[in-house]
């Protein structure tokens, strides 16, 4: 990567794991100068952070990966159903090479502050590394799980032990051979790497708060006649995947799971459940995300699954989630994961039961005892959604912080742009379908879009883009609609900002659907970027 940047720029991206470099991609078709700043010390972002053993992600490899590039769709060939980690890094890196995107990104540096000239009408962004750089725009591809959480008790300093956070591994992986390891946390995170770490330690303790749905992935080698009826008809996947509801195509349900029988009920769970994904069951009925009694049904054939997995009963009582519907908190795949407590070595903690209080010299201390334990494995989630974009000093019109704008909770327009904040966008921002949905899918619209609207702006001799008040406030109360016809508002997520104490709490995402969104900006693009204030050139 370059170690001289330009310190005027037509464009700043902040991140460089898949929205970032696509974004490059786009802007060099543009024929736009640009530069990419990343934190970590390679690209990838999610996937160069999360190195935890088992990390996975839970959307199928033939739909987790780029479409713009058709060549590289045909020749990439991924190994396993799901992708790992590594592979899925692999694949990142590929990209960067495959399109010359290095030779843009600055790596290991930090952006921190993101400042809004209104004479120039510029943006002046400021690293941590002494980069003062101005540019006509500012796109913040910063992710929406990147900012880790620690876990509120207090003492982490105190434990002389090791300790890690899922999603800052260390790059040499470690060796728990030995030892008695602790993992906080049961999300994606923890159920990724439970199963794994107890094959590793001498004896794994799981500390667990809110037990949550965990569906079982099947994984395994791909299977090669789906990857030649995929790949022969990549164009018409993607497309359908695009305007899904999740970002993959699925047939869409057409009745109440209230109005089947039982029988019918726990034939169609059962045959989806066996699909081995993330949303099959969940989309077996149409209310099953928004009527409490037809979710009980879906949580019921789970909870009897983990029942019939688990084989001592007091321990699959305190792996039943309760008290949350099926799907409001992001259900997880794992392999084997209900499997890995009747191992002797393994050992569950119900906080709910006994509260974390401290963390101590030489281990965890709940209500009832003291734990002693060789390294501590944090699996406690993230600052989700806004977390990132707070992170960095952004100040658009007159001073406006988007400490302040967000104070109430994020606002933006389609989550892409923000009222104040003039040129400056948020990819998979608050208030976009992103975090419900296939994130690529999501990533490649959003950067497309904004692509498209940049050309557009320099086709009109426009210099500034923002978003207008009243377009924002009216996305802002479609999007509070839609998820208070659901089930998801009612519990505790990071959709919620409710990992995080202090943080207001709205529904972050749009759970209108990737298609109907789709449309949305596509109508919005179609009038004349409709809700948006374009204006002209400083000059003129
Ligand atoms: P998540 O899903 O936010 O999970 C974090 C877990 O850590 C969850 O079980 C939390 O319990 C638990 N947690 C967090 N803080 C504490 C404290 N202080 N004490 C005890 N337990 C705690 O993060 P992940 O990294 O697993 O996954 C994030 C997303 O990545 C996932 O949703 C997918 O989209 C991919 P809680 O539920 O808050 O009671």
Known sequence: ????????????????GFSGLYMLYRLRELGMSARVFEAG????????????????????????SFSFDPELEQEWEWTEKYPSQPEILAYIRHVA??????????????????????????WTVRTDRGHVVSARYCVLAVGCLSVPKAPEVPGLENFRGSWYHTSQWPEDDVDFSGQRVAVIGTGSSGIQ??????????????FQRTANFCLPTFNGPIDREMVSEIKATYPEVREAGRNSGFGIA?????????????????????????????????????????????????????????????????????????????????PCLGTGYYETFNRDDVHLVDLRETPLVEITERGLRTSEREYEFDSIVLATG????????????????DGLTLREKWSQGPVGYLGLGVAGFPNLFTITGPGSPSVLSNMIVSIEQHVDWIAGLLSHLDANGLSTVEASEAAEKEWGE???????????PKTDSWYMGANVPGKPRVF???????????????????????????????AG
């Open 1 to 16: 990567s370059s170690s001289t940047v330009p310190t005027e720029l037509d464009a700043v991206v902040v991140g460089a």
């Open 41 to 64: 010390d390679d690209v990838g972002g999610t996937w160069y952070w999360n190195r935890y053993p088992g990390a996975r992600c839970d959307v199928e490899s033939m739909h987790y």
């Open 97 to 122: 090479e495959r399109h010359d995107l290095r030779r843009d990104v600055v790596l290991s540096t930090r952006v921190t502050a993101a400042h809004f000239d209104e004479g120039s009408r510029r």
């Open 193 to 206: 790497a439970i199963p794994i770490l107890a094959e590793r330690a001498a004896e794994l303790t799981v």
């Open 250 to 330: 699925i047939e869409a349900p057409t009745r109440s799971a209230l109005e089947v029988s039982e029988d019918e009920r726990l034939r169609t769970y059962e045959e989806r459940w066996n699909r081995g994904n993330l949303t099959g069951v969940l989309q077996a009925y149409t209310d099953l995300l928004t009527d409490q009694a037809a979710n009980d049904t879906a949580a019921d054939f789970v909870r009897d699954r983990i029942r019939e997995t688990v084989t001592d009963p007091a321990t699959a009582e305190k792996l039943l989630p309760r008290g949350h519907a099926f799907g409001t908190k992001r």
């Open 382 to 397: 993230f600052d989700a959604m806004t977390g990132a974009f707070l992170a960095i000093d952004i100040r658009g019109r």
């Open 478 to 488: 479609h999007v509070r609609e839609c998820g208070e016809a659901t089930l998801y």
């Open 508 to 538: 972050m995402a749009y759970i209108g659907g990737v298609g109907v969104y789709r449309e949305k900006c596509r109508e919005v693009a179609g009038n004349g970027y409709e809700g948006f204030v374009l204006q002209g050139s400083v």
